[in-house]
C-alpha cells in the first residue's frame, strides 16, 4: 500500500492511506542506507490486520526543513507578531530567505494586532510585502482559505502566539501556550511534535517553536537566488546577511569571494 507519513513518534510512524491511519515501522535497512522517514514522506509500506505495519519504500521529496523536521510542504505561515515582541522585518526576511530556497511558499500573518494603537504602519508594511508577490494577512478570516489542499507548517519566533493560533484553527490539539518572558522578550517553547491535522480542507503540522533556523545551501548562487525582485541576498559573513539592491548584484558579484568548504556547503544559523 501507499500513504502518506503524518505523525512520527518514539520509533512509530503513523502512515495515512485512503482515510485510515496504519501503525508502522521502519525497516532496518533504512537506517544501513542512511535514511529516516519523515512526516509528509509518501511511502510504500504492509500493513495486516491487527498487527504492525513496516514502511518498505520512501518516495521522492520535494523540499524538507531540518527543524522541525518534516517533508513534502506546499507552504508556510510565517507569524510575526506587531507587538510583543515587537515586529522585526529582519528576522521576517530570514525566515523568507530559508523557505523561497526550499520552494516553500510563505504566507506572513501578522499576531496581536489589537495590541496596536496605529495600525497605519503595519498596512505600510503589508503593502511592501504584497508588492513583490507575499501574501500577507492579519486576520484568521483572510487566512483559512489559503490552507485549503495545501500542506502546511506554522513557523515563527516563539512568543508570538502561534499556539494561540493554531488553537483557533484547530481547537482539538489543545496545544499549551506560554507567556512572553519579560527578560529575554520571548516565550517559553510550547509544543514539541510534529504532527500533520486536517483542518479547513488541507493539513496543518503542529511544528515546535524555536529560536534559531539552520539553513544548508550548496552554493552562493543558490543563496542569491533565494530573494525575490528588489532585493538580492548575496553572501554571509560570520553568520551577517548582506542584502543589495538587485542592481548591485551583478557588479559586487565580481568582486565578492565566498569561502567553499571541501564539500562545497555553507551552513548559516541564524539566531534570534
Do not use: C, W
Not at 532496518?28 to 490486520?49: C, I, L, M
Not at 500533520?196 to 544548508?216: C, M, N, Q, R, W
Amino acid at each position: 500500500m501507499q500513504g502518506r507519513i503524518i505523525k512520527a513518534l518514539a520509533g512509530f510512524y503513523y502512515v495515512e492511506h485512503d482515510g485510515v491511519v496504519y501503525q508502522t515501522r521502519a525497516r532496518g535497512n533504512f537506517r544501513k542506507k542512511g535514511q529516516t522517514p519523515y512526516v509528509g514522506d509518501f511511502v510504500e509500506f504492509s500493513a495486516e490486520e491487527n498487527s504492525e505495519g513496516y514502511i518498505l519504500k520512501i518516495g521522492q521529496r520535494i523540499n524538507s526543513l531540518v527543524r522541525p523536521p518534516i517533508v513534502n510542504i506546499d507552504q508556510a505561515v510565517v507569524i510575526m507578531s506587531a507587538k510583543e515582541p515587537d515586529f522585526n522585518s529582519n528576522l521576517l526576511d530570514r525566515f523568507l530567505v530559508l523557505l523561497e530556497h526550499k520552494n516553500i511558499k510563505p504566507v506572513i500573518y501578522i499576531s496581536k494586532m489589537d495590541l496596536v494603537e496605529d495600525d497605519s504602519e503595519m498596512k505600510a508594511i503589508q503593502k511592501q510585502y504584497q508588492k513583490i508577490g507575499f501574501d500577507f494577512v492579519f486576520s484568521l478570516e483572510e487566512l483559512l482559505p489559503l490552507l485549503t489542499d495545501k500542506i502546511t507548517v506554522f513557523m515563527g519566533q516563539t512568543g508570538v502566539g502561534k499556539s494561540t493560533l493554531l488553537n483557533r484553527i484547530a481547537p482539538q490539539l489543545h496545544l499549551e501556550t506560554g507567556e512572553i518572558s519579560d527578560s529575554l522578550g520571548r516565550g517559553r517553547h510550547t509544543t514539541r511534535a510534529v504532527s500533520l491535522y486536517d483542518v479547513h480542507g488541507g493539513k496543518i503540522a503542529d511544528t515546535p517553536g524555536f529560536s534559531s533556523l539552520d539553513y544548508e545551501v550548496d552554493n552562493a548562487e543558490d543563496l542569491s537566488e533565494a530573494f525575490r525582485k528588489s532585493v538580492k541576498l548575496v553572501m554571509a559573513v560570520n553568520s551577517v546577511l548582506v542584502l543589495i539592491p538587485m542592481s548591485l548584484l551583478a557588479l559586487l558579484r565580481k568582486r565578492l569571494k565566498m569561502a567553499k568548504s571541501g564539500k562545497s556547503v555553507m551552513i548559516i544559523t541564524f539566531n534570534f
